[in-house]
């Protein structure tokens, strides 16, 4: 890996996500109580995706061809 710093800013731009989606998705159930159920489904989505999403894409900070 060249430049640790760079792979941690471009992972921690991606897992700011994160807390906005709870943020939204935590709104959204409060003001919508029915909502909760599905949200959860959703925001269990959001985590796997942006997590897939780092994964996938640190894989160009380190070097591999």
Known sequence: MADPAVLHRWAGNRLLLLPLST???ATSSFLHPALGAPLLVVFIAVILAVAIWVVTG???FCGRR
Do not use: D
């Open 23 to 25: 943020l939204a998705i």
């Open 58 to 60: 640190s894989e160009k």
